[in-house]
């Protein structure tokens, strides 16, 4: 009934985002709170799939402006996507400075992605040819909606990945927020 909810949720997601009336409510937040309460939330699917699941992030705050709950969606897709597609090893998150922004980086050590999945990844309804093999449960709806989440944030996501094999990193880039 979660999953279903997730896709629900999903679809009236995007009609928002299309319809141009997804509201955000903005404000400064301390993304690793954010990320600290969804790694504590999924500990059990990771202990259960025998996973490591580790953060790396300074001290302090790490504050960004946005919307509390639709960047909690969007960090909670890209670790959700790393243990359902990684079948061993580990997920690693961390958090890092650059100019202006603060970088969230989710590398996991699962199936990796094949260069020619790669440019279609944040598309409507995409999903690599051969994902219904790892995971059968998608819609191909998440990135494309986490993507459309941190656009309205002027942020940046983007997916790397060596290929089949040699796991993935997903890079959300926000702007720091003002003051800090």
Known sequence: SQKLVIVIEDFLNISRIELGTMKYEMANIDLKQIVETIIRDMRATVERNNLKLNLAADEGEW??????????????????NALKYTHGGSINVSLSRAAGAVRLTVADTGIGIAPETMPK???????????????????????????????????????????????????????????K
């Open 63 to 80: 504050l960004v402006a946005g919307d509390s709950g639709k960047l909690s969606q969007v960090v909670s897709n890209l670790i959700d």
């Open 121 to 179: 990844l944040f598309n409507k309804f995409s999903r690599a040819a051969d994902a219904g093999k790892t995971n059968i449960v998608g819609t191909g709806l998440g990135l494309y909606v986490a993507k459309q989440i941190v656009e309205a944030h002027h942020g940046k996501i983007w997916a790397e990945s060596e290929g089949l094999g040699h796991g993935s990193r997903f890079i959300l880039e926000l702007n720091a927020a003002v003051g």
